[in-house]
């Protein structure tokens, strides 16, 4: 008997998704590899000389950058975006509803 609907069922004849098994095998291969070329644990850093910038490099007549908004700036900020929202809802709203009065 022959199922009513027409097709294959889902996912026949399709590649899984995913990484294949070769790719796996290579991926731990890569890994191994790697972990055998990293240098040994006991190995020192290299000292890097500690370098202190001269204050008189940067002057203090500079413009003040950008600064971190306090909380209650961040409030009314959010609020203000809220109702400007609101609002152009309520216009958008309102232009729809002339228009569909003047197409009648």
Do not use: C, H, Y
């Amino acid at each position: 008997m022959q199922s009513p609907l027409a097709g294959r069922p889902a996912g026949a004849g399709r590649q899984r998704p995913g990484r294949s098994p070769a790719e796996l095998a290579r991926q731990d291969a890569l890994d191994d590899r790697a972990e055998r070329d990293e240098p040994s644990a006991t190995a020192q850093p290299a000292a890097v000389p500690a370098f202190t910038p001269d204050p008189r490099d940067f002057p203090d007549n500079l413009p003040a950058g950008r600064q971190a908004l306090d909380g209650a700036t961040v409030r009314r900020v959010q609020q203000v975006s809220l109702g400007a929202g609101i609002a152009l809802v309520g216009l958008g709203i309102g232009f729809l509803a002339f228009r569909m009065r003047r197409a009648r």
